[in-house]
């Protein structure tokens, strides 16, 4: 059965500030890569790929704070990531930690950073980085309930949505392309892909 998409136009969006939806901070101490263990816990600092992870580290610094999972990240260029997992930050690559006020979980902080992304694009630079200040400032435009406040509750259903609707396909094309060798994909427990001989 396929999954249907949630149409973003059948709602209304409203800019909200970003400061009123997020506590905003940079990472104290001084996490230098190069000076770090490595380990299993994500060292983030600006990038565009890899949730902005640029080592696994086993500890911080000593003053540098281990910052909680479902967390967004934005570097000094606007790029944005939804940390799924705990990890430390590097300080001089301009890393602002946006800290969730309200209930927040991980279908949010995706839908969020797809926001930000869109509404961020040309806006930063060396010239104009986004930075805390900047980042509390700036808006971002969101689905809204019927009291007006952000749509949470749309924003887990539309990713969960289009995050099934995605698996579906995924699932039709290595159908197809396994037909020849006699195999079948189907769906498993807990929404996992499983090859079948």
Same mark, same amino acid.
């Given at each position: 059965?396929?999954?249907?998409?949630? #149409?973003?136009?059948? $709602?209304?969006? $409203?800019?909200?500030?970003?400061?009123?939806? %997020?506590?905003?901070?940079?990472?104290?101490?001084?996490?230098?890569?190069?000076?770090?263990?490595?380990?299993?816990?994500?060292?983030?600092?600006?990038?565009?790929?890899?949730?902005?992870?640029?080592?696994?580290?086993?500890?911080?610094?000593?003053?540098?704070? #281990? %910052?909680? $999972?479902?967390?967004?990240?934005?570097?000094?260029?606007?790029?944005?990531?939804? !940390?799924?997992?705990? %990890?430390?930050?590097?300080?001089?690559?301009?890393?602002?930690?946006?800290?969730?006020?309200?209930? %927040?979980?991980?279908?949010h902080g995706l839908f969020i950073v797809t926001a930000l992304e869109q509404g961020g694009k040309?806006?930063?630079?060396?010239?104009?980085?986004?930075?805390?200040?900047?980042? !509390?400032?700036?808006?971002?435009?969101?689905?809204?309930?019927? #009291?007006?406040?952000?749509?949470?509750?749309?924003?887990?259903?539309?990713?969960?949505?289009?995050?099934?609707?995605?698996?579906?396909?995924?699932?039709?094309?290595?159908?197809? !392309?396994?037909?020849?060798?006699?195999? $079948?994909?189907k769906n498993g427990r807990n929404s996992r892909l499983k090859i079948l001989h």
């Amino acid at each position: 059965m396929e999954t249907m998409v949630l #149409n973003l136009t059948d $709602r209304k969006w $409203r800019e909200f500030k970003i400061g009123a939806l %997020f506590d905003i901070e940079l990472s104290k101490g001084d996490n230098q890569a190069k000076l770090l263990q490595e380990g299993n816990v994500p060292l983030v600092s600006a990038g565009s790929i890899n949730n902005g992870i640029c080592k696994y580290i086993s500890a911080g610094d000593g003053v540098s704070k #281990n %910052f909680s $999972r479902n967390i967004i990240t934005i570097d000094m260029f606007g790029k944005a990531f939804y !940390q799924p997992a705990t %990890f430390y930050a590097v300080s001089h690559g301009r890393v602002n930690i946006m800290i969730p006020k309200g209930v %927040f979980n991980k279908w949010h902080g995706l839908f969020i950073v797809t926001a930000l992304e869109q509404g961020g694009k040309g806006k930063y630079s060396f010239a104009n980085m986004c930075n805390q200040s900047r980042l !509390q400032r700036s808006k971002i435009l969101l689905p809204v309930d019927n #009291n007006g406040a952000p749509d949470y509750e749309f924003m887990e259903r539309y990713i969960r949505t289009l995050t099934e609707h995605k698996r579906d396909e995924y699932r039709r094309f290595l159908n197809k !392309q396994t037909n020849k060798s006699g195999c $079948r994909v189907k769906n498993g427990r807990n929404s996992r892909l499983k090859i079948l001989h």
